[in-house]
């Protein structure tokens, strides 16, 4: 216990004291239609879109950031709301998506998610059991509370292998959870049984169940349009077409970076996760590697955060 010791902790103080001093992210809350409520970052990255409904059955809230935000999401929560949170429902198994599922749950809250999502989960040494959804689907649910219909169903292998959507169809409102970045590359994760080929036809499912009219809550980035979501599959379907071409033409994958065949969609989709060359190689990558029923690796856990 001498010197050093005490350097350590007046240095730990005052690191503690800069921290505090910084602005730390927050939540922006945007209101919907029939009690639907948006959660969005600012500031920085508090993780993906939370959308509530809230009314007399209690807040169902889909998806609930990471356990930094902890403290801000509740206040933002309590901006809306006091009734206790019934529902959370899990768009996919990535922390930013359910880093708060065990603290929630500890209050009552019932979390929901999909089959493989659980199972992805529970095999993460870095989440603890009381994270785990306690109610599980298959294909498709229904909710009926606060006088609404929630349907949630399914989307096969594309972001992850345990994708949700959630929608709200009196009200016009679908949570798309990360098959869909609004105005950014995405990022497909290979290695929890998403695919290309079933991001692009996710999207396409839920192109056929929109209209111009629906608000579209997307995993990322600011609130989208169908003009969007469509902007954002054909970008897709051509950047897979672009390096697509070059494979068949035997470039390797280094030829095809050097070549930038995504060179185009830079200056508008590139972006600090899911950089160009990212891109580029995800489409490489599930271009050319055999997976199992175009399911990844089943059963590798997911020791890293991801977006
Ligand atoms: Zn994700």
Known sequence: MGKSWLWGALLALGLQATAQAAEEPG???????????VLSGQGGF????????????????????????L??????????????????????????HTGNNAAFASEGAY?????????????????????LPVITLNDQMSFYVNDLPVRVFHLSHAHTDGDLAIEFPTLNVIHTGD??????????????????EGYIAAQQRLLEKVNDDT???????????KADLLRANKMLLDARQKVA?????????AEILAANPLASYHEQWNWEFITTEKMTRTLYRDLTEHRHAHGGKAGKAQAESHH
Request: aromatic share 4%.
């Open 111 to 131: 979390v929901v998610a999909h089959d493989k999502m659980r199972d992805r989960l529970a095999l993460d040494k870095t989440r603890t059991a009381d994270a």
């Open 245 to 253: 071409k070059r494979i068949a033409q035997g470039d390797t994958e």
């Open 71 to 96: 403290n801000k999401l509740r206040a933002a929560i309590a901006e809306i709301s006091d009734a206790e949170i019934a529902f959370i429902i899990n768009t996919h198994v990535h922390d930013d």
């Open 215 to 225: 608000v579209i809550v997307p995993g990322h980035g600011a609130l989208a349009s």
């Open 46 to 69: 508090t993780g993906g879109n939370i959308l509530i409904s809230t009314g007399a059955d209690g807040t169902v809230m889909i998806d609930d950031s990471m356990p930094p935000h």
């Open 27 to 37: 939540f922006s809350s945007q209101k919907l239609a029939g009690g639907l409520y």
């Open 179 to 196: 098959v869909l970045f609004n105005g950014m590359f995405p990022f497909i994760d290979l290695d929890s049984g998403g695919s290309v």
